[in-house]
């Protein structure tokens, strides 16, 4: 028997059916995004509205796919197709993605690198409009990591943005009991 029926096997043994189509799918569809970059690229015409425009839609695809991955518990691969989506925006549209960051940071967090995930989040905090959601999930990380004062400042920031952001109240109040 050789290896690639010996993988298939093993895939088929482990994964049901409905997964398998869900990964081939998402592999499809990792081709084809990037199939349409690499088209964009050897046009050679970065600058015209309509590849932004193409750019900033693989950005965002990529995205999707890494909020799809993250719903499924597939953190790893969800951190790069944030990453790539993050990239593009850079590299391509010299803008942020701040969703993107958000959403690796926090990803990072769970997959137990807190550094990380706080140096992401401090690339996105001063960006306009102010989200309570960034300094509470940096309060989340600190006080994941024992620093209580600097997750109780997180907890008071996002209230400083919006003082009715819940989530910032329940942790300090949770703290205070």
């Known amino acids: 028997m050789n290896e690639d029926k010996r993988n298939s096997q093993f895939l088929e043994n482990y994964l049901s059916y409905s997964e398998l189509e869900k990964l081939q799918e998402r592999d499809m569809k990792e081709l084809e995004l990037e199939t349409q ?4 690229i050897l046009e050679g015409n970065l600058r015209t509205e309509s ?12 995205y999707k796919l890494g909020n799809e991955l ?4 597939e953190y790893p691969e969800a951190v ?3 990453t790539r989506s993050v990239q593009l925006s850079q590299r391509f549209l010299r803008k942020k993605a701040p969703d993107a960051i958000y959403n690796r940071a926090i990803t990072m967090a769970l997959l137990g690198y807190p550094i990380v995930a706080l140096r992401d989040l401090q690339s996105i905090e001063r960006m306009r409009p102010l989200k309570p959601d960034v300094f509470y999930v940096k ?10 004062g600097m997750a109780r400042k ?19 109040q949770r703290r205070d009991d």
């Open 37 to 40: 970059l690499e088209k964009i």
């Open 51 to 62: 590849s932004k425009k193409s750019i900033a839609e693989i950005s965002r695809a990529y």
């Open 70 to 73: 993250v719903e499924i518990g």
């Open 80 to 82: 790069e197709f944030f």
């Open 139 to 148: 309060g989340q990380i600190y006080e994941s990591i024992g620093r209580k």
């Open 154 to 172: 997180m907890y008071n920031k996002s209230l400083q943005i919006d003082p009715n952001y819940w989530r910032a109240q329940s942790s300090l």
